[in-house]
C-alpha cells in the first residue's frame, strides 16, 4: 500500500537496515519481593518499542524482549516478554551469538530483593527493612561477550547526564549511549515525545532537539547506521 | 436500548442501589523510592472496576478512586486516579461523609520507602538497604469515622485466608469483608474470574464458585443489600 510505500522511501532503498538482526530490549522489570508485592521504575516502554517498530521499518529483522508494559507487540516483530532482569538476561543472552545490533532502550531494575518470600508478607506494626542486592548486569555481561556487535545502551538520569552517559559507553564497552534527563519537560518515561543526546564510542556526540519518540527511533536508528559506516 | 433494558431488570425494579452513593476503590498504588523507581503490587484493577460498573448498572451514584492499571475508566462512573496509598486515602476521606457504601477493593501498599529520594538513587557495588514504613490504614480510619456508612474490605492471601479476613472485618470495624486467595488457580489479580468467600459482620458466610469478575461483582453488591435488609 501507498502508506508502507512511502515509509520503505525514507528507510533508503535498499532500507538501511535490510538484512540486519536487531534486538531492541524495552520497559521495566519487576523484582518480586513476595507473591504479591514488587519493586519496578516508571518505565513505558514507548521508546524501545518504537526504536523496534522504526528498525522494522527499515528493513532489520527485530526481536523485542519486553518487561511488563501496556503496549501491544508490534506488527512484523517478535516478542519475548519477560518479567524480572534476571529473565531478560537470560532471554538477550540466549540471542546474543546471532544478533548484530542490540539496543538496550529498557529500564532493567539495578536491585532486587535478596529474599523472596513464598507466602504474602503479612503487616506487622512499625517498619520494615528490605535487603535489596544487585541485579545481573546485562549490558555488561554482553560488553564482555561482543565479539563483532554493535552494542547501544540508554542512560536515563536526574542529573549529571553527561558524566553518566560517557562512563558507561566505557565502562561496558558499548558503541553508543543515548542519554536523556528523565525530569526535563518532554523527555523521559511516559511521555511521547524525548529529548535525547547521542554519544559514540568514536566520539560523535548529537543532541537533538525535543522530538516524537517515533522520530527519536529513526534518528538513534540512523545514527547507528553512520556509525558502522563510519568504523568499517 | 434492549441491553440497557435487560441489564436493568436483572438489577432489579427499583434497581437495588438507586439513590445510594457508592465509593468504589481500585487497583495498586504505587510508593516512589525516587523520581524513577516505586514499589507496587500485582493488582490489575479488574475486580474493582467491575464493581464500580455493576452499582451503576444497579442504579447508584458512583466514584470510583483508582490507583494506576491499564483500564478504562468506566462509563457513567466518576473516576479519581491517584498514585500513592497516601493520595487514596484524601481522595477517599474528602468523599466519606457523603457516601453510603464504601468497597475498598484496592490493593493499597501497606509499606512505602520512609525515604524518597530527590534524584534518581545511583548503583553502586553490593547491596542496600530500603527502609520501609507503614501507610496510612485507609479502612481503619474509615471505621473510625463512620457514621452509619457501609464498609467493605477485600483480603487477598495466600494462606490462613479466614482467620486473617475474620480478624480485618473485627478489627476496622468493617461491614463485609470479601476474601480470595490469590494463589488459587481462578482466583487473584491478573484473570478474568475470581473464587471468593464473603464475610459478613452478621456471621454469615458465603463461598461462592468460581465465577467472572463481573458476575463476582453483582454477587457482592447483592449481598451488601441482603446485609442492609437483614440489620435494619
Known sequence: NIIAHIE???AGDPPLFRGKRVLVTAGPTRERLDPVRYFSNYSSGKM????????????????????????SSPDGVETVAVESAEEMYEAVLSRFAETDIVIKAAAVADYRPKYVAASKIKKQPGGYVVEMERTVDILKALGERKTGQILVGFAAE????????????????LDMVVA??????????????????????DGVVRPLPLMTKREAAEEILKEIHAYIEAIR
Chains 1, 2 share one sequence.
Do not use: C, H, M
Request: charged share 25%.
Open 180 to 201: 536523556n534527563n528523565v525530569t526535563e519537560e518532554g523527555a523521559g518515561f511516559a511521555g511521547d515525545t524525548n529529548i535525547i543526546t547521542i554519544f559514540r564510542r
Open 48 to 71: 524501545g518499542y518504537a526504536i523496534a517498530e522504526a528498525a522494522a521499518r527499515f528493513g532489520a529483522s527485530v526481536t523485542l524482549v519486553s518487561g511488563p508494559t501496556a503496549l
Open 158 to 173: 536526574t542529573d549529571n547526564l553527561e558524566q553518566y552517559a560517557l562512563k558507561k559507553l566505557e565502562e561496558k564497552r
Open 8 to 10: 520503505r522511501f525514507f
